[in-house]
């Protein structure tokens, strides 16, 4: 066979080399030890956790060491691309601030090392296809769909590795080029497959996360182009990487049965290897059984990103929990240095788990509480209401109306060693803080059994008679006291609880009352403070109903 001349006739257009192509993506100008990571996305119309959680990674390995971090388009399979995909997910990641230094943007490309679609880069491939047919190193496959389906029954009977390799393959790698030649003028369409030697060694990986991994080499013929002579992830992944310079590859682990066919194309076009880095999957604790399972995009809802910008969690808790799970050392790092931005956090792939990593919602919610916790009210603010603009307008008309007030709520219960952890998420934190609007306040708590209506008038009457709102809070407390003992209430709760009956009740019933009037809930903050950022004449309206 003349595989120049095949070479040829597959691809007559092809006239740029290799040295042409490798000279347009020079290395990179870059300090000493920088990584340059990407994320290489599907345009799916899904956007997943895992996409934010291999973002993350990639982020923090490239920018941590002085490097470049970009972004891919991994468009191949047009069967699965949706319209508008790309711009979703660009918009996706910015929304959960990952910031790219190039790539693909909504529309358009950023960086020198383009174009970040793949689809757009049909002619770089097909010229290192061409280069591998001349080498007698690839060929074009003939086999139709209903051949490789009879071959794949076939082994499937015979318990044999699916695929195309040794006698499955002889047939078309041993076309003449004339047969080849009359086969393409009669309009048969074909796929580019790589010739793989069949052979029983092994390859060895350094993975940067699960450390030295023996495989067997690849044996397949696996494809390279696909009939509309566009490359496959495997190839695409494989040349994009060598000319964008990538230095680690961050992928699901779902990729390493591929891997073989990865080091294979690496050998065979005489690159180096990037740092593989093969990641956790992530997986759940099944409600139903307790035990550990993938997540599903069926199933569960939380595998979808658009989830948690729906229910409102803050990207930053999504950046904590995320490295929480990614890094094992991560909530020691954050115990022993609260306050500083968790990009101050040195991130090792070293300390990544292997085995799955646990979506534990529960943990999320509590890292959310802290996060926002601890958070500059202003924060607080500027980043519910973006929420609230997005997902509930007439909250944030409410928290544009009411925005001095609002800073003045998230305040409270701020002071001292135990500050309150009242707001988990943007979605949560309409309803919890609903009481300070009138326009949302609504009274969801009974009053306390050990209050009747006489009682409920009487102290409302008597503590809207002595309020003084310039009081302190220890003046105010002192005259919540007095009322609480002329009512016959007990002052101290213990005393109550020491002798029931010679009390009604205790100031804890009292104090309730006033949260329950106040706010809505028994369970609320700090009552002077909330009376303080109402304002006084909010106070005694809410009040005088119960009078
Ligand atoms: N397009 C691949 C995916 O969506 C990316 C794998 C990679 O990052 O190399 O899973």
């Known amino acids: 066979m003349d595989n120049n001349a095949l070479a040829e006739l597959l691809f007559p257009d092809i006239t740029e080399t290799r040295a042409e192509v490798e000279a347009r993506y ?12 990407r994320i290489g996305p599907s345009p799916t119309g899904f956007v997943h956790l895992g996409n934010l959680y291999n973002a993350i990674i990639a982020e923090r390995i490239a920018h941590q060491s002085g490097g470049v971090f970009y972004l891919r388009i991994e468009d191949t399979d047009n069967k699965r691309e949706v319209e ?16 790219f230094d190039e790539g693909a943007t909504a529309g358009d490309d950023n960086g020198a090392y383009g174009p970040y679609r793949q689809r757009q880069r049909k002619g770089i491939y097909q010229v290192f296809a061409k280069e591998l047919v001349s080498r007698g190193l690839a060929y074009p496959c003939f086999l139709t769909e209903d051949e490789l389906n009879a071959i794949r029954d076939s082994q499937t009977a015979a318990k044999e590795n699916p695929g195309i390799y040794g006698k499955y393959a002889e047939k078309n790698r041993s076309l003449t080029l004339e047969e080849i030649k009359a086969n393409i003028e009669a309009g048969k369409t074909w796929v580019l497959r790589y010739k793989a030697v069949m052979t029983d060694e092994h390859i060895s ?16 013929d696996f494809v390279l182009l696909k009939s509309d002579g566009i490359p496959t992830y495997h ?26 066919m990865h080091v294979e194309l690496f050998g065979a076009l005489g690159w180096e290897q990037p740092k593989y880095c093969h990641t956790a999957t992530l997986m759940k604790i099944d409600p139903e ?28 808790a999504m950046w904590e929990f995320l490295l929480t799970l990614l890094n094992s050392n991560f909530e020691e790092w954050r115990l022993a240095n609260p306050g500083v931005s968790y990009l101050d956090f040195p991130y090792t792939l070293e300390k990544m788990s292997v085995s799955g990593a646990l979506v534990d ?29 997005e997902y509930n307008k007439e909250y944030a008309e409410l928290l544009s109306k009411y925005k001095d007030r609002t800073l003045a709520a998230l305040n409270v219960g701020k002071g001292g060693k135990k500050p309150r952890k009242d707001i988990e998420n943007w979605k949560q934190a309409c309803d919890f803080m609903s009481f300070y609007y009138d326009e949302t306040f609504k009274v969801y708590d009974e009053m306390p059994a050990e209050c009747d209506g006489d009682t409920v008038k009487t102290f409302f009457t008597k503590y809207l008679e002595s309020y003084d709102h310039s009081d302190d809070s220890a003046a105010w407390f002192d005259k919540v006291r007095a009322i609480t003992d002329e009512l016959g209430f007990a002052v101290k709760p213990k005393d109550f609880k020491k002798e029931p009956d010679k009390f009604r009740g205790s100031i804890v019933h009292v104090t309730n009352m006033l949260r329950i009037a106040l706010t809505g809930h028994a369970n609320a903050p700090d009552i002077w403070e909330v009376s303080h950022v109402l304002g006084e004449d909010i106070v005694r309206a809410r009040l005088e109903k119960w009078v």
Request: hydrophobic share 40%; charged share 30%.
């Open 84 to 99: 508008g995909a790309v711009e979703m997910l660009i918009e996706a990641m910015d929304y959960f601030s990952v910031r």
């Open 26 to 37: 020079p290395e990179r100008v870059l300090p000493e030890g920088a990584c340059v990571t």
């Open 235 to 260: 190839f695409a992944h494989v040349i994009d990487d060598h000319l964008m310079h990538s230095t680690h590859v961050i992928r699901g682990e779902e990729w390493l049965s591929s891997l073989p």
């Open 361 to 389: 919602l529960e943990k999320l919610r509590d890292i959310s509480k802290e996060v926002i916790c601890a958070m500059a009210p202003e924060k607080v603010y500027d980043e519910w209401y973006a929420w609230c603009a």
């Open 289 to 316: 059984n307790g035990g550990k399972r993938k997540l599903s995009k069926r199933k569960d809802p939380e595998l979808a990103l658009s989830y948690y910008r729906q229910e409102g969690i803050s990207r930053d």
């Open 205 to 220: 990986v350094d993975d940067a996360v699960r450390g030295r991994l023996e495989m067997p080499r690849n044996c397949m």
